[in-house]
Nanobody, 127 residues
Framework: QVRLMESGGGLVQPGGSLRLSCAAV????????MGWLRQVPGKEQEFVAA????????YYGNSAKGRFTISRDVSRNTVYLQMNSLKPEDTAVYHC????????????????????WGQGTQVTVSS
């Protein structure tokens, strides 16, 4: 069993930056493709970014391209999402997800039903 624990959310002004962390706890936590999705009440879940289990290749949703960067620290079983140039429309609950046996692009296509899912961390972008 793998548990995903997100942190790093908060309130930031437009144009600011945040770094989210997702720590994977469990016996095989390092061997998963991991990603971030975000949820706004009343709207569909949106894929943000993912990083592959085999080669650390990455894939980004349209809203994240050029502004967000996903990375992994294998020694800490932790995935990070560096978010720059934040906009009010980035306000959401950001969830970490993990899935084995797929790459980052495939994770982006799934849009749900992931093997493991975190509780989420709130990101609010407001002046």
């Amino acid at each position: 069993q793998v548990r995903l624990m997100e942190s790093g959310g908060g309130l930031v002004q437009p144009g600011g930056s945040l770094r989210l962390s997702c720590a994977a706890v469990g016996p095989t936590a390092s061997i998963y493709t991991m990603g971030w999705l975000r949820q706004v009440p009343g709207k569909e879940q949106e894929f943000v970014a993912a990083i592959s289990e085999t080669d650390d290749s990455t894939y980004y949703g349209n809203s994240a391209k050029g502004r967000f960067t996903i990375s992994r620290d294998v020694s800490r079983n932790t995935v990070y999402l560096q978010m720059n140039s934040l906009k009010p429309e980035d306000t959401a609950v950001y969830h970490c997800a993990a899935e084995k046996g797929i790459d980052a692009t495939a994770m982006g296509a799934l849009l749900g039903g992931y093997e493991y899912w975190g509780q989420g961390t709130q990101v609010t972008v407001s002046s």
